[in-house]
Structures are given as structure tokens and as C-alpha cells.
């Protein structure tokens, strides 16, 4: 999902403010689209030039990295493969006309029209078995039931699960080279707007539940502003600047297939393939396809909740998980650091493991934690002394009587008035009963 400046602008200076005018939304983004996109675009934009040549077709740039990268990853190396995975290794096709009659069966909201562009990637995935293979075996057996679960909560057509297909080809992990990363291609200001929590060592964006719901709200906004789903998926790719510079360039046609030549080039693969990726997902098995099948339990897992520093070596020594299956549930850990000194955040394990972790929870603590998850809190330079700070002596703490002053204590315990004060922050010589001073003797 590549935005631009003037996305991130509307985005955090409209969507939380005024959204609820879905109405009013509409007309003011429009017009600082409109507005704005003529000056931030047009060095940009002016000097690209369009192929009006529709059949020559542009895959998304990152999509062939982020397949590339998904094929060595965790999950592949712990499924099964069975006969038909690579049994059948010469591609299967059809005619036109199967294609277009498979497209309109589909019990979809948005529409799944044919053209060659679209055969050209439906082509592609087609010759794709493993790839296929395990994009569907993961999406089934883990992520598709958690963007459905996103999408229906905000009342949103179901068929937009597969658009982590061409995101991030399933990889919770994958960045692209503008910085946007997760499963829903998220950059980190956009991601901020809708919550998301992006820091040394927490980055939602990989995060499949949170980031599937805050792509779900950002895509629910979209669809506010256009009312047609084709060019909300297409301003979810180049951002609503770009959709709204093809609109103004067409002679203000709003419809994807009018104003195709005019986006950038990148963009006018990403409807034809996001409708390829739903016809592969649905008919994969008519190409000679199967899931790869986990090897993980990876539906039977839970939540557990943790308000210390932890790492994930620590959970992986004491309760003998491969440390980088917790990695696999949680990506959004980047440092297999979760800092719950600092709030709660929330852990997923296997089912099996919750209880263990709760009952084995001070031995994880402890487990290296000097190692692991030790701070420094206060250093000094070599060479410096702390002992006119903190002394050089035993701690002791004396309780001050009646009678007693800083000078008549500093005397009975051989030490200096100055270095009372300093040893308890006191900024003059006053003292009261009940009071307890530290002595460093």
C-alpha cells in the first residue's frame, strides 16, 4: 500500500475527526485531493508517461519479493506436502469463456469482470502450484478466518480477504521497499492513524489481528469517499491522490476501467490481479492445486496476557517451544522482546502451552534474565567516583530523635554533613522526628 503525502495528510487531519459525516468526508477529501494533487503531484506525475497499450501489464513491485521470500519461511518448512502438491507440474488452463463464467458464480459484492489482463495473471497463478499451494494451505488453515472476521465487523465484502495475497503474499514480515510492512502493507503513519503501534520493538503492522482490523476501518473509509469498491482498491495500492489525478486526467470518469491508462503503472495490475487472486483461491483445486497443510495446530492457540519483560528465549527455554514457532504467532515482537513492564500486551500460544506459561511464570522470568532482559538503569563513566553520591560504605538507615541534628548525627557516624544531605536530597539542614536519613557507614 504505497501513500503519499497528501494521503497521510487527509488521513490524520479528516478520517478521525469528521468520518462520521461520511457525506461531508467525501466532498472536503475530494477537494484537497483535488486541490493539492496540482501542485504535490505534478512533478511526479506529469513527467510519467502512460502506455496506452492496456495489454501491457505491470506486476506490483513488491509481489514477486514478497513470494520469493514467502516460499523460505517458517511455516513452509513445518507443512505437508502431499501427492498432488508438484504431482501434476504442467500448468492448467482454460478458455476464456470458463473464466468468465467461473468469475460470475463467485457469491461476491464487488464485481469480478474478465479481460485479458486478468487471464494474464489467472496465467500466472496458475503455473504458481507451490506458491498457490501455500498461500492457500496458510490463508485457510490460519489468516483467512481473522480478515474475515475484521471485514464483517465492519460490514465489508468478504472477497477483500485476498488482498494480502498481493500485498504480502501472506508474509507477516514483509516490507516493501517504500517501508510499508505487514500482511496489509501498512506505512507507519497511516498505521499510526488507525492505531496501530509502531516502536523499536512493537510494530502492529505485523500484527494479523490488529492489522487486519485497522485495514478493515481504512478500507471502510475508502469505500466513503469513491462508493465504488474497484477504485478503493486501487487507491489502496497508490493512495486516493493518485485515483483522484486518473479521475481529473480522464475527464472526470470514475470508473477503474475509464481511467486505467491514467494511473501509475504499478496500479493498473491491482484490480485485474486482485480479481485474478480470487478466482485462484476459489478454483485452484480445478488447476491441479492443493494446500500445503501446517504441520502446526496453528487454529488450536489463545491469548495470554503479560505485564512483565519478557523474551522469547525465556518462554522458549522453560516450556520447550521452538522459539521460532512464537515468532510465527508473534510477529509484531521485532526483537522477540515483549516489554510488559512498560503495559499489557498480549502473547499467543499454543492452546496447550497457556497453562504452563501461567504456572511456569516466575521461572521465565528468571530464566537468564540477567541476559535477556536486564536494563541498565544507572551507569557512571570509568574513572568517576560515586562515593561523594552514594558512599563507599554499608547502607544503614537511622530514625531521627528528638533532639537530634545533621551535625550531631554526622558526628556520631563519622561522616560529613554534605554527604548526609546528599546521600537523602536535602537541599538545607532541616531534619524532624520520625525521619529516616541513609547512613552509608
Given at each position: 500500500m504505497c501513500l503519499c503525502v497528501i494521503e497521510n495528510f487527509m488521513l490524520s487531519l479528516h478520517f478521525k475527526k469528521i468520518l462520521p459525516k461520511a457525506m461531508k468526508l467525501k466532498s472536503i477529501i475530494f477537494s484537497a485531493i483535488i486541490l493539492f494533487s496540482q501542485n504535490i503531484f505534478s512533478q511526479d506525475i506529469e513527467n510519467q508517461s502512460f502506455d496506452?497499450?492496456?495489454?501491457?501489464?505491470?506486476?506490483?513491485?513488491?509481489?514477486?519479493?514478497?513470494?520469493?521470500?514467502?516460499?523460505?519461511?517458517?511455516?513452509?518448512?513445518?507443512?505437508?506436502?502431499?501427492?498432488?502438491?508438484?504431482?501434476?507440474?504442467?500448468p492448467v488452463y482454460y478458455a476464456d469463456s470458463v473464466y468468465?463464467?467461473?468469475?460470475?458464480?463467485?457469491?461476491?459484492?464487488?464485481?469480478?469482470?474478465?479481460?485479458?489482463?486478468?487471464?494474464?495473471?489467472?496465467?500466472?497463478?496458475?503455473?504458481?502450484v507451490r506458491q498457490v499451494g501455500y498461500m492457500a494451505g496458510l490463508g485457510e488453515s490460519y489468516y483467512f478466518s481473522i480478515f474475515e472476521q475484521a471485514l464483517a465487523k465492519y460490514g465489508l465484502p468478504l472477497e477483500l480477504k485476498y488482498l494480502p495475497i498481493?500485498?504480502?503474499?501472506?508474509?507477516?514480515?514483509?516490507?516493501?521497499?517504500?517501508?510499508?510492512?505487514?500482511?496489509w502493507q501498512f506505512m507507519i503513519a497511516t498505521g499510526k492513524v488507525y492505531d496501530l503501534e509502531v516502536n523499536s520493538l512493537v510494530d502492529d503492522r505485523f500484527d494479523p489481528v490488529k492489522a487486519s482490523d485497522a485495514a478493515a476501518r481504512y478500507l471502510r473509509d475508502l469505500y466513503s469517499i469513491y462508493n465504488n469498491w474497484h477504485l478503493v482498491i486501487a487507491a489502496?495500492?497508490?493512495?486516493?491522490?493518485?485515483?483522484?489525478?486518473?479521475?481529473?486526467?480522464s475527464g472526470g470518469k470514475t470508473a477503474y476501467w475509464d481511467i486505467y491508462q491514467f494511473l501509475p503503472k504499478e496500479t493498473r495490475g491491482y484490480v485485474p490481479i486482485f480479481i485474478a487472486a480470487n478466482y485462484i483461491m476459489n478454483y485452484y483445486a480445478l488447476h491441479?492445486?492443493?494446500?500445503?497443510?501446517?504441520?502446526l495446530s496453528i487454529q488450536i492457540i489463545d491469548t495470554v496476557s503479560v505485564t512483565s519483560r519478557i523474551h522469547f528465549e525465556q518462554i522458549a527455554g522453560v516450556l520447550n517451544i521452538p522459539i521460532d514457532e512464537i515468532r510465527f504467532y508473534n510477529p509484531q515482537y521485532k526483537r522477540d522482546i515483549i516489554p510488559g513492564?512498560?503495559?499489557?500486551y498480549k502473547l499467543v500460544l499454543p492452546l496447550n502451552q497457556v497453562s504452563a506459561f501461567y504456572e511456569n511464570f516466575d521461572s521465565i522470568s528468571a530464566y537468564r534474565?540477567?541476559?535477556?532482559?536486564?536494563?541498565?538503569?544507572?551507569?557512571?563513566?570509568?574513572?568517576?567516583?560515586?562515593?561523594?553520591?552514594s558512599g563507599n560504605g554499608s547502607l544503614i538507615y537511622y530514625k531521627v530523635r528528638n533532639g537530634d541534628s545533621l551535625s550531631s548525627i554526622a558526628a556520631r557516624y563519622r561522616v560529613t554533613v554534605p554527604k548526609l544531605k546528599r546521600w537523602n536530597g536535602l537541599r538545607n539542614n532541616f531534619i524532624k522526628t520520625g525521619q529516616k536519613l541513609k547512613i552509608y557507614k
Open positions: 496506452n497499450d492496456i495489454d501491457s501489464i505491470i506486476v506490483p513491485p513488491d509481489y514477486e519479493k514478497a513470494v520469493e521470500n514467502l516460499m523460505s519461511g517458517f511455516f513452509l518448512d513445518r507443512s505437508y506436502f502431499d501427492e498432488c502438491n508438484g504431482a501434476h507440474s504442467t468468465v463464467n467461473r468469475l460470475q458464480k463467485l457469491p461476491y459484492v464487488i464485481d469480478m469482470p474478465y479481460n485479458s489482463i486478468v487471464r494474464s495473471f489467472i496465467d500466472r497463478y496458475a503455473k504458481s498481493i500485498e504480502s503474499a501472506l508474509n507477516t514480515r514483509a516490507v516493501s521497499w517504500a517501508g510499508a510492512g505487514g500482511l489502496y495500492n497508490c493512495g486516493p491522490g493518485n485515483v483522484a489525478r486518473a479521475v481529473r486526467k491441479n492445486i492443493c494446500p500445503i497443510q501446517p504441520k513492564d512498560i503495559k499489557e534474565a540477567s541476559e535477556l532482559t536486564a536494563r541498565l538503569s544507572v551507569i557512571e563513566p570509568a574513572g568517576y567516583s560515586t562515593q561523594s553520591v
